[in-house]
């Protein structure tokens, strides 16, 4: 879990479970350009539940864990 001091955020489950922007987005099929888009904000995630499943098993994270990391502020 991250620390108080350190938001969730989806590039900190990215790092977390040691995956580069580039396995990301194979394993998501899409390109590291939108993985980029995802981690600075620029997009949100757009995906059906079958791919969200597979992206929280990917970042080993929780369902709760992912949307706090795209919450806006």
Do not use: D, H
């Not at 922007?21 to 888009?37: K, L, N």
């Not at 864990?65 to 795209?70: D, L, R, S, T």
């Amino acid at each position: 879990m991250a620390s108080e001091e350190e938001a969730i955020t989806f590039a900190y489950l990215r790092k977390r479970a040691n995956l580069t922007q580039r396995q990301i987005a194979e394993a998501m099929g899409v390109t590291v350009g939108t993985v980029s888009q995802w981690e600075t904000g620029g997009q949100r995630p757009r995906l059906f539940p079958e791919q969200i499943q597979k992206l929280l098993q990917i970042l080993n994270c929780s369902l709760e864990e992912f949307v706090e990391a795209f919450r806006q502020e």
